[in-house]
């Protein structure tokens, strides 16, 4: 082995993880975790027309605006996309993703099938999806109901919807069931770290070929 040398940086595009589940299989918890041990992803901040919860944080979960608000948006083509959820609208604003991307940065995104189908449509080279499973539908409802943050009503609605939902499961690069947070996260880090080093991401390998190129030339001449 070589030592002494220093490291090799290939500069690379960003790519775009997308995490996809039900309400209350982990999607949320799984992508906070990731962005503690990887500070460096920018984590896409969802516009939305849904009140917030007394748990969440106006700019950091996501940005409250009103109906009026986001159709404009929608209208003047500044959201990569855009679905309706549970009676609320829910979208992504296009210019941080692009730029994030073009400087080399990974963008994490927490949004539902809809959004994802949208994003494939504009971007599909760029994404990474990951669909969470729950272990079971019990273990879904009892994830919800420990939450305390919603009425029975909407737990039932989210229960319902979860079927509708986990039937796009197919559409993902990946599919990991959340029986167990940790063995989950770690199985989510393995796909980032592969995804990374994905030969058409790395913009900067072209030069060092050539380069190899070059020198094996004068080696051999």
């Known amino acids: 082995m070589t030592t002494g040398a220093l490291p090799i940086s290939v500069a690379r595009r960003g790519l775009m993880l997308v995490l996809s589940s039900p309400s209350g299989a982990g999607k949320s918890t799984l992508a906070q975790l990731l962005l503690k041990e990887h500070p460096e ?3 896409s901040v969802s ?3 849904r009140e917030r919860r007394p748990s969440e944080v106006d700019g ?3 940005h409250f605006m009103t109906r009026e608000r986001f159709e404009r948006m929608r209208d003047a083509g500044d959201l990569l996309e855009w679905a309706e959820v549970h009676g609320n609208f829910y979208g992504t604003p296009r210019e941080p993703v692009e730029e994030a991307l073009k400087s080399g940065k990974d963008v994490l995104f927490d949004i539902d099938y809809q959004g994802t189908l949208q994003l ?5 080279s760029d994404i990474v999806g990951v669909f969470i499973l729950p272990p079971s539908a019990n273990e879904l ?3 919800l109901e420990r939450r305390a943050e919603d009425a029975s009503g909407v737990i039932e609605k989210r229960l319902k919807n979860a079927r509708v939902e986990i039937e796009h499961w197919r559409e993902y690069d990946y599919v990991l069931v959340n029986q ?3 063995t989950t996260f770690h199985a989510l880090m393995s796909i980032l770290a592969a995804e990374r ?5 790395q913009l900067g390998l072209p030069p060092i070929v050539e380069r190899l190129d070059q020198e094996l030339a004068v080696l051999t001449d």
């Open 41 to 43: 992803i920018h984590l």
């Open 47 to 49: 516009v939305t027309t």
């Open 60 to 62: 950091i979960h996501y």
């Open 120 to 124: 494939y449509e504009k971007m599909r």
């Open 141 to 143: 409802k009892t994830r």
């Open 180 to 182: 167990d947070l940790d």
């Open 197 to 201: 080093l994905r030969r058409e991401r």
